[in-house]
């Protein structure tokens, strides 16, 4: 079974860059699909970026598409999430999630291993 920790959220002003960090252990993480989902006050847990086993099985939400960057280090057991020219609409508590599959997917209910987030605020 994966643990995962999340790391890297803060405070930013529009326009500025963040770089969130999930860190694994536990598990074959390399054979874990991963996932970053976020969310806000009173809202429900929405899709961000999905990354598979590969670099190249990424998935990423319309909203963030050109703006949010997802990654992986296996070697590190590390996913991480790019996040440059930043919105106040992607103020949100930001979640890992893992699968033991090869293929990200963008349901929440998909993925069995979660973190315990970590806050972005980006003021305007």
């Known amino acids: 079974q994966v643990q995962l920790v999340e790391s890297g959220g803060g405070l930013v002003q529009a326009g500025g860059s963040l770089r969130l960090s999930c860190a694994a252990s536990g598990g074959t993480f390399s054979r874990y699909a991963t996932g970053w989902f976020r969310q806000a006050p009173g809202k429900e847990r929405d899709f961000v970026a999905a990354i598979g086993w590969g670099a190249d099985l990424t998935a990423y939400a319309d909203s963030v598409k050109g703006r949010l960057t997802i990654s992986r280090d296996n070697a590190e057991n590390t996913v991480y999430l790019e996040m440059n020219s930043l919105k106040p609409e992607d103020t949100a508590v930001y979640y890992c999630?893992?699968?033991?599959?090869?293929?990200?997917?963008?349901?929440?209910?998909?993925?069995?291993?979660w973190g315990q987030g970590t806050q972005v605020t980006v003021s305007s």
């Open positions: 999630a893992a699968r033991p599959y090869l293929n990200p997917e963008v349901v929440p209910a998909r993925y069995p291993y």
